[in-house]
């Protein structure tokens, strides 16, 4: 059987001094660590100077003697070696005097560099105010170049627009007249009157609801008289709907356009006069315009997308009558994703409306929105969606 | 700023309370390697014995072998136990008798072992509820202090007030550093003491059941 010895004291004893000098050594270690981070702080600073100012006056040509052998050395070090011993004895013989000396070198040094430092700053600040006015002047040039390629860039736009309405009035004249040959068959008054309306609603260009008016009582009167057309008419009207919406749309943005345009040659004539500080207003007013547009055409992107998306995920009931619609309401998270889509007007169609909502579902995380800005993405978190048997194509 | 300059800048009062916690620190520590060595080989040690005792060996044999000078853990329940029944034996009229001495024997031998077992024990326990309070004493007595001295000074900033706090401080931390070894230490060795005793019991029983065994067989004997 083995024996064994008894567990001593000596050990134990060793091994907790051992203990307690390892937490010693780590708690210096520390606070060393963070005391000379702190020695740069104000507080400290401030304390010493009260303590130099409170301590007797013979105190301190000893605490300046180190220091006053330590810096004629580096002005000496330019002398020949033997001068710069010599020195050095004296310095340490005649401690009290060379500290004395030291000090008024050290002061006269200090008034050296109190200029020198003054004339840098000068220097320093003429650099800077040559700086500031050749920046000036860029600023101004680049201004200038900048408006007029932008006056350059909005006249080619506005030639644009102006071209893209001329084909759209010849667009819309062409359908007018297709109507209008379309309605002579049914009954010539029907057609003489919408043809007049037609006319007068092309002359005028910017009555968009005359002319729905004038093709809804085309349309009435169509259907009234002619049931046969009655979907040829619906389809025209479906088709003229879509007209009106991309005329709107266009007008809109021909207004839009021209306000800027007026604004951009106001702002280019200010600029010309002005200095560079109007400069940066007028950029910066230009620039919340160009803002507030590129945000209107994202938000029409993204509608644009969503309808694109559920159309694609709508499959339709077969026979279904032709007139029916549903509203969907949606709503999304920050994020795009679905929250939650219920019918807000019933079609009366069961199945159309689960249609509709399974569309939805099924075309769910619109991810897009969290890529419109945030004014819009609030906009729309919640909207309406219409589902129209005859959009789709 | 080190911890042994805010040391020498402390008050007397707060000097004495830091000694009083280094010490009870050192101490602390020192009790805690030795119960733990201690009590590791007192393991060990039962191990060793449990195995000795269940291989078979005479009970007689084993008797002689054990050390005459005072033995520990299990080979004391034994020795001592043992001794008693031997002693009995040829006085005692009935064997109930032979085996409540025994009993007796082994459950005064069993509690000499608990209290080696436990001894110091009770020091870390001290420590680990007093250090703090200790050095909270500390801390507010030089927070008096300071308090004291800022009443003579015109203008209270915080550069005079915060080296004097800390140096307060310094005494709470020293208490805790004391206190949170000594309570985690003394909670793991009286778990290890608790274990090592229910065994020992176990052992002390079983040899009594043996030895109650071995009384049947002769008394059956002697009736036949």
Known sequence: MKRYSRVGYTLPVILAVLVHA?????????????????????????????????????????????????????????????????????????????????QQEARARAEQAQQLARQQQQEARQRQQAEAQREQEQAAREKAAQQAREKAQAEQKAAAEAKRQAEQEAKEKAAAKAKRQAEQEAKEKAAAEAKRQAEQEAKEKAAAEAKRQAEQEAKEKAAAEAKRQAEQEAKEKAAAEAKRQAEQEAKEKAAAEAKRQAEQKRMAQAAAEASGDLGSEISSEQQSIANARQAREAANGFMNLVRRYVEQNWSQPPNISSGVQATIRIRLLPTGELVDARVLEGSGNASFDRSALQAVRKAAPFTELSKLPSAQQRQFREFNLRFNPEDVR | MSIISLFWQSSVVVKIVMLILLAASIVSWVVIFQRGMSLRRDRRELEDFEDHFWSGVDLNELYRELPSTQPTGAAHVFRSGFREFNRLLPKARSNDAVLDGVQRAMRVALSREESRLGRHLAILATISSSAVYVGLFGTVWGIMGTFQSLGSVQQVTLGVIAPSIAEALVATAMGLFAAIPAVIAYNRLVSRVDELMGRLENFAEEFHSILHRNLQGRASEEAA
């Open chain 1, 22 to 102: 390892g937490a010693l050594v780590l708690t210096m270690l520390n606070l060393s660590f963070s005391s000379s981070e702190k020695t740069s702080s104000a507080v400290v600073h401030a304390r010493l100077v009260k303590l130099e100012t409170t301590t007797d006056q013979a105190q301190q040509p000893q605490e300046s003697a180190p220091s006053a052998s330590s810096t004629p050395e580096p002005e000496e070090e330019s002398t020949p070696a033997a001068e710069e011993t010599a020195s050095s004895r004296e310095s340490e013989e005649q401690s009290d005097e060379q500290a004395r000396q030291s």
